[in-house]
């Protein structure tokens, strides 16, 4: 029997302590190098003094000077444990609670307390030698002074978790790798420090440790990600783009060699301020200007252009095209400026003092060329962010802003004009209107030239400081705004469509509901259409919904609908029925696939021809194993994060992306009226999951239709059957009468014999389903499906003309694989072409 775990009710708090000892009993020894290694960190610190005067610790720090020319040998080791200050005590426990603890799973305790030292003393010393080498043989800005020793219990732990990232499933192989070094990449190009250059060079060398301890085991492809995953990676490069300046502001200016870019996001020149005494009086009355009016105000108004891209990458996450947007505007912007401020004069990059221009090549790589190539990538994957918000959410954005420019502009101009005893000297409505709208743009993309007004005191510096920053909150809470006005597609969550699904619908209806179909519905609104719109082919999705006698009259009204707007009609995996009836009217039709089906009533798993079955249900039950039912708003953070690990472990193990149209992906399970079937092991790891979508009959629920199909990759064998008979016995007793476990697409029904002369339409999708057989196994899983002895439902393709099925036999492929590009394709066309050899 099917089992969900009842919450806890009545714990009484001697209960409750009793279970968080045993927790930490289990935690301590599932990890105990990552407990020590918190315990050694906590005590160096507590030891040394670090935890209250970080200048006390720095003689057990290791450097060029403090290594080598002190010869303090043991500083390799002490550096790598106690912490230079109270905040890297505590980043560095919580690293080793955390990922390293999930390192020290997949490594092993041995494994882990080797590496930890191996490449924690290798990162040092190899950092330690790049670190003296660029101090001695030239003035180079990315490295910090050679005589500050250096403290980072968090170096070894990184080398550490790179090195573990070799053991790693495909999704946190690539999550551990590319967040773990784009954090890593972004302080000591950025920042500077030689810290964080020793702990770059650690997780490097823990990368290439792991790779060799990882020889001869199964590699996966890891390229492929979901468009889901691909919106996260792109949202954290955008992240790092934006987050890096204000690293290096925050740290001082930075050190790094990206640190250049910086100089465009600060309130005022010090260079240009500290030759004052030999340059022209009007340059230095603009800098003194700035400098008088610096502040919170300036400061937050010179990284607007960071603080978009940073709500930006908040939405490039969720896919949201404003998001795309804002995205792609900021980052050609920002690297547009420099080159237009080193053209006309206004940004001078001086050489260093030997001459190499190396500073050129870096503040362009800074300033530039990281910046277009961002908003390059984000321009080829568009395709990837059409979460589009409503057009009255936008009307009203757009309004909003435009009216809170007015407000802020008007006000300003106001209390400037009334206030102009505060200025230097007398000015003019025309600057006044001048520095009214340069006080709305950050520092960077203004650059004015000549002396420049500027109130000293009073309400009108104020304003000056503070109106642009309000209208810059504005546009950022509105941009916000916006992100949670999602544009519905017609049909997605429908309550008409739904309504009449809840009438009545055969097992394949529910697909009508899924995000990027459109509803056609009759003028009573008692009949209704799900289709999908692929360039001018209307692709309607299974059966019509309509009451009994009047499924004609739907199929002729849609067709009708379809012509009034110049669209080609086609029904796609339609049943016998729904095909009877277009043959009267005319149409063709070519098989597309097969549903296999399940007759609930009298079903038990018996006799000899249910082995197959009865063997993996009887083994998961005997080894610990429960089918849990839940919905997805129903599961915890933790299971919900299995769930979404187990779907982009089978993503990235394809060489194309998700296929849509009729097959459900991750979005489809968050349904309400969607359930699903967990496989749940004794240490409550989820090994599969399915989901299951109604089918109604007057009202009722009488069927399950079967969608979405995932296991772990490295699971024991036997989940999908397990969860499959599982299902099938809990909705029998629940009254369900059908369990259908979907179509199979572009498969032929093994009672029919095989057609010899095909139609035309018929080759070329047995030669689409020969295609993808290699890549996603549509053969394999048909006859997975066959071992549940179903009743098969042929399921075809309907159209008018024969002339018409070039444009059709495009937009079912078109459907299926909306986001692949010519390289996919090619790629689909290279595993074609392996599976056939």
Sequence with gaps: MSQTAPPESGATAPSRLRAAGAFLRRYVALHPVSVGTAVAVLSAAAATGALFNSDAAFVWGAGPLATFASGRWWTVFTALVVPDSAVDAVSSVLLALTVLAYSERLLGSRRTAALLAVTGVAGLLVGIGLHAAAWTLTDLRPVVAAEVPVLDPTTPIAGAVMAASAFATTLWRRRLRLVGFALLALFALYAGDADSWYRLTAAAIGLVVGAVLARG???????????????????????????????????????????????????YDDELLAQCGSVAASVCDEQVALLMTRGAGPALLAITPLVLLLVAAWGLRQGRRAAWIVAVFVLVASAVLPVVSLADGRLRIDPWVDGSGAEYVLWAIASIVIPLALAAALIVARRRFSVRATRQAARSVAVVVTLAFLACATTLFTIEAVGRRAFDRDVSA??????????????????????????????????????????????????????RRVQRPEGDGDARYRHLLRRGSDTLGFLGTWDGNRHWYSDDAECAVAYRLVGDVALAVADPLAPAGRRPEALR?????????????????????????????????????????????????????????????????????????????????????????????????RALPEMGFTLGSLDELKDRDVRLLLAVGPDQRIEAVTSWMPSWTDGEITGWTLDFMRRRTDG????????????????????????????????????????????????????????????????????????????????????????ELPAIGAAVGRAYLPDASRHEMVALARTAWEGRR
């Design 716 to 803: 024991p064998n036997g989940m999908m059957e397990f969860l499959i008979a599982k299902a099938a016995l809990q909705l029998q007793d629940e009254g369900a009468v059908v369990l259908s476990l979907s179509g199979a697409p572009l498969a032929d029904d093994p009672d029919e014999p095989a057609d010899g002369d095909p139609a035309p339409l018929r080759a070329l999708l047995r030669r689409l389903a020969e295609v993808l057989e290699p890549a996603y196994g549509f053969a394999s899983l048909f006859r997975f499906k066959g071992k549940f002895r179903p009743r098969y439902r042929p399921l075809a393709l309907a159209y008018r003309d024969p002339l």
């Design 430 to 483: 025309l600057e006044l209107i001048e520095l009214t709208l340069r006080r709305f743009l950050p520092p960077a993309f203004t650059h004015p030239g000549g002396a420049t007004a500027f109130p000293h005191s009073g309400p009108a510096l104020f304003a000056y400081q503070w109106v642009g920053v309000l209208f810059w909150a504005i546009v950022v809470a509105s941009i916000l705004w916006l992100y």
């Design 557 to 653: 009204g849609f067709t009708d609908f379809c012509v009034e707007h110049g669209w080609t009609p086609a029904f796609y995996s339609i049943h016998a029925d729904t095909l009877d009836d277009l043959v009267d009217l005319g149409w063709r039709h070519v098989p597309v696939g097969v549903e296999t089906v399940m007759d609930l009533p009298g079903l038990t798993f018996a006799g000899k021809t249910w082995q197959k079955v009865r063997q993996p249900l009887t083994r998961a039950e005997r080894e610990g194993y429960t089918a849990v039912w839940s919905r997805w708003h129903e599961l915890s953070v933790a299971q919900a994060s299995q769930v979404v690990a187990i779907d982009e472990e089978w993503v990235a193990d």
């Design 217 to 267: 085991r199964e590699r996966r492809s890891w390229h492929r990600s979901s468009t889901r995953e691909i919106r996260t990676l792109l949202a954290l490069l955008a992240a790092v783009v934006a987050s890096g300046p204000i690293v290096a502001l925050v740290s001082g200016g930075g050190r790094g060699p990206l640190s250049l870019v910086v100089d465009a996001y600060t309130q």
